[in-house]
């Protein structure tokens, strides 16, 4: 019987070998979403996608904090104003 692939284990070896490196590489600069729970107070990041505005000035987080009402999951909230502060 003929090999086709005389090498193939070694190369199939070599292979998951670079795969598991590449993942640890990639999963050094990772880390784990913060969790909240309902009742949680959080700070929003500003977003702002409008074209030609000055980001320059535009502070980082909104200025009032949220309220967690529901966890959608995936890292997901759905968050309300509280109320009796006054939005900025």
Do not use: F
Not at 62 to 80: F, M, Q, S, W
């Amino acid at each position: 019987m003929i090999e086709i692939w005389p090498n193939y284990e070694k190369q199939c070896h070599v292979k998951v070998e670079r795969q598991i490196a590449n993942e640890k590489t990639y999963n050094k600069s990772r880390k784990i979403a913060t969790t909240y729970q309902v009742g949680d107070y959080v700070d929003i990041i500003n977003v702002d996608t409008t074209v030609g505005a000055n980001k320059k000035l535009i502070s980082k987080y909104n200025i009032n904090p949220y309220v967690v009402n529901k966890v959608l999951g995936a890292d997901r909230y759905v968050e309300t104003d509280i109320s009796g502060i006054q939005n900025g």
